[in-house]
């Protein structure tokens, strides 16, 4: 287990073996090492570093905080004796993580079992649940929770839509598989996080269908209509209502609890039907359109044959 452990999900927090330096790490300089290890893919330049951290001062004075703050990094990490490379990689121009630095990140962590299991072509599904658990179970919380910095709160939700998407995969392999408990913990966390979010709503209900709890089931609609109306100012889509509808009459949903392919196949192919459904009502339009002009035409010919029979024969 490496020495250094720093944790960026939830409530920020630093230890050396069993000792917190939390502490000891000045303000800017917890920000300055968060920011770095958050985008620890590649050196960062001085200059940069500074205005993103120091916006509101001059670039003399940003340079001279950001000295300061790696300093104070460095003193604070020197205290953990044990580590056998040094945390930054520093120079006249960039800063840096050193990757092979004694040190273990949540965030890091995280990244890394989302990378896996979201590549179809590395690991079996096995594993790839394996991942999907291990990292759902890193995330104890959004990105560094209390802070409300411009780059913080675009990392936050870029890292809290990973996990959804995560999470989402686990509810759909927890339906197909008939493990409706976990998919209901998989469902809820999902709305814990985004209350609005339509889908996860939908496989609750399902889910709660499924595991016998049809009125629970209802009151997840309930919960889905008011939570939509609250946070988007819209109605449920016509999936949910009709999936309303069918627990209401007690009958089996159409969709599993299964799969988001399954689903979004199903998606396709409606798509599909009406598309062909709307190309065919405008060929309607059209031969009725046409059909109209040809009577119209046949009218006019008449008319004027029969006005052609009349000259043609004075004594009629």
């Given at each position: 287990?490496?020495?250094?452990?720093?944790?960026?999900?939830?409530?920020?927090?630093?230890?050396?073996?069993?000792?917190?330096?939390?502490?000891?790490i000045p303000g800017k300089a917890k920000e300055l090492i968060c920011y770095l290890l958050i985008h620890r893919q590649r050196p960062l330049v001085?200059?940069?570093?500074?205005?993103?951290?120091?916006?509101?001062c001059t670039t003399e004075h940003?340079?001279?905080?950001?000295?300061?703050?790696?300093?104070?990094?460095?003193r604070t990490f020197c205290k953990c004796a044990a580590t056998a490379e040094p945390i930054l990689q520093v120079n006249s121009h960039w800063v840096s993580i050193n990757p092979r630095a004694d040190i273990w990140v949540d965030v890091v962590e995280f990244e890394r079992f989302c990378a896996g299991a979201l590549n179809p072509s590395l690991p079996p599904e096995a594993s790839r649940?394996?991942?999907?658990?291990?990292?759902?179970?890193?995330?104890?919380?959004?990105?560094?929770?209390?802070?409300y910095q411009d780059w913080c709160l675009c990392d936050r939700g870029r890292l809290q839509n990973l996990h959804l998407m995560v999470l989402d995969k686990l509810v759909a392999?927890?339906?197909?598989?008939?493990?409706?408990?976990?998919?209901?913990?998989?469902?809820?966390?999902?709305?814990?996080?985004?209350?609005?979010?339509?889908?996860?709503?939908q496989h609750l209900m399902?889910?709660?269908?499924?595991?016998?709890?049809?009125?629970?089931?209802l009151r997840q609609y309930d919960n889905c209509v008011t939570a939509l109306k609250e946070e988007l100012g819209v109605q449920p889509s016509e999936h949910i209502r009709l999936l309303y509808q069918q627990i209401c009459e007690d009958h089996a949903p159409l969709l599993t609890a299964g799969t988001n392919g399954n689903h979004r196949e199903s998606e396709k192919e409606h798509s599909l039907l009406q598309g062909t459904l709307n190309g065919?009502?405008?060929?309607?339009?059209?031969?009725?359109?046409?059909?109209?002009?040809?009577?119209?035409?046949?009218?006019?010919?008449r008319l004027a044959f029969q006005a052609s029979n009349h000259t043609a024969d004075p004594k009629r």
């Amino acid at each position: 287990m490496p020495t250094l452990n720093i944790r960026l999900f939830g409530q920020f927090s630093v230890y050396c073996d069993d000792e917190s330096l939390e502490e000891l790490i000045p303000g800017k300089a917890k920000e300055l090492i968060c920011y770095l290890l958050i985008h620890r893919q590649r050196p960062l330049v001085r200059e940069f570093l500074a205005n993103i951290l120091w916006d509101d001062c001059t670039t003399e004075h940003s340079m001279q905080y950001l000295r300061k703050a790696l300093w104070q990094l460095h003193r604070t990490f020197c205290k953990c004796a044990a580590t056998a490379e040094p945390i930054l990689q520093v120079n006249s121009h960039w800063v840096s993580i050193n990757p092979r630095a004694d040190i273990w990140v949540d965030v890091v962590e995280f990244e890394r079992f989302c990378a896996g299991a979201l590549n179809p072509s590395l690991p079996p599904e096995a594993s790839r649940l394996d991942l999907l658990e291990a990292a759902v179970n890193i995330y104890r919380g959004d990105l560094l929770e209390g802070w409300y910095q411009d780059w913080c709160l675009c990392d936050r939700g870029r890292l809290q839509n990973l996990h959804l998407m995560v999470l989402d995969k686990l509810v759909a392999h927890a339906g197909a598989n008939h493990e409706y408990e976990k998919g209901i913990d998989y469902a809820t966390r999902i709305l814990r996080c985004d209350r609005a979010h339509e889908t996860a709503h939908q496989h609750l209900m399902q889910l709660l269908y499924l595991s016998g709890d049809r009125a629970g089931a209802l009151r997840q609609y309930d919960n889905c209509v008011t939570a939509l109306k609250e946070e988007l100012g819209v109605q449920p889509s016509e999936h949910i209502r009709l999936l309303y509808q069918q627990i209401c009459e007690d009958h089996a949903p159409l969709l599993t609890a299964g799969t988001n392919g399954n689903h979004r196949e199903s998606e396709k192919e409606h798509s599909l039907l009406q598309g062909t459904l709307n190309g065919l009502v405008n060929v309607k339009k059209t031969l009725n359109v046409l059909q109209a002009a040809v009577d119209e035409s046949l009218e006019r010919v008449r008319l004027a044959f029969q006005a052609s029979n009349h000259t043609a024969d004075p004594k009629r």
